[in-house]
């Protein structure tokens, strides 16, 4: 926890700098103004330009089309309407700069980077500058920032963007502590889910996760969630927390992961099917119904999402063996709901099969 704390202070400050680069522009504008009249009131022509975004923090699932609220307009409000440059900013959670996601004059605008072409303003009244983002990605969440640019005046408001999801430990076919930052973010993109952040792991905690593997962060540090501490896992002193080993490097160290899924779009399920499969012929069979096989991100999610509940093991796309419980009964796994692992059997041995269909 100690290693994290100067993380979350190190990004504030960011945060504070941009701030601050903004208000600073205006007190040098405002500088003279004041000097002039020394009541201290700030006045532009008369008119202040007054921005609000209405929620401090958006929820959302991947996939999803959403909304981040922000309005501007004057006080007292103009006569006739003024032309302004519009521009929306990120800042990604573990970035350490902002990028431009849109800028917009009048009705025309132009969106940039992995935001291109899916952004676009809301515009329902005169002054709604709210930003639309559709088919909302994992790597999305993070601050964004509105501002309005009218000729000398300049002011700005933010909004987070946070995705509900599910965190679970990912170990590979090769055992446990076998990956570098690198493998780790590339194991949890074929599982259709990204390596978790400190506050998803840190909410996954307080749901219950409980787990003695430690695993890398998106920010670079190593970490599990105990909620029953024992001897092997950080000893019987430790509170129930997160253990952190702190940062590691990102190329010579190796762990687990924990990967954050959000994706509830589409349909998971058993494959009722007259045989047992092995590897080959359970990827053969999905596909033969419409669907591909599922990945562990998939399989997670509609078992938090969805409630799906199946005391049968099934192949995984990633050659893994699980199920999914929600009621937990005898015969099915321990007396908590969970996905049940069986690791990674020979590709030759005879199991179901879960799929997944977009659809
Ligand atoms: C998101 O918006 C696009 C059009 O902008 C629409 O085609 C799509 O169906 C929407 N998706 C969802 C999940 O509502
Ligand atoms: C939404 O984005 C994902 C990648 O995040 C992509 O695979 C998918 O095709 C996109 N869907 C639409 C409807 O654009
Ligand atoms: C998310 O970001 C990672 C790393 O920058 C990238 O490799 C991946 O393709 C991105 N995923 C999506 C869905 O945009
Ligand atoms: C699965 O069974 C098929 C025959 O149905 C066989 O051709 C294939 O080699 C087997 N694959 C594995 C990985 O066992």
Redesign the pocket.
Known sequence: MDKVRPLLVFSLQLLCSCQAASTLSNGFFYQDIINGNGNGEIFFNGVKLQIEAQLPSVFTV??NNITLPCNFWYEPPLSSPRKVRVKWAWLPVFGDSESDVLVAIDHRHRSFGDFKDRVYLQQDFPGDISLVIT?V?LNDSGQYRCEVIDGLEDESATVHLELRGVVFPYQPRHGRYHMTFRAARQACEEQDAAVATFDQLYTAWEEGLDWCNAGWLADGTVQYPITQPRTPCGGLDLAPGLRSYGMRHKHMHRYDVFCFSSSIRGRVYYLQHPQRLNFTEAVQACVEDGAQIAKVGHLFAAWKFLGLDRCDAGWLADGSLRYPITNPRPNCGPNEPGVRSFGFPSPYHKHGVYCYSSR
């Open positions: 991947s996939g088919n990605s």
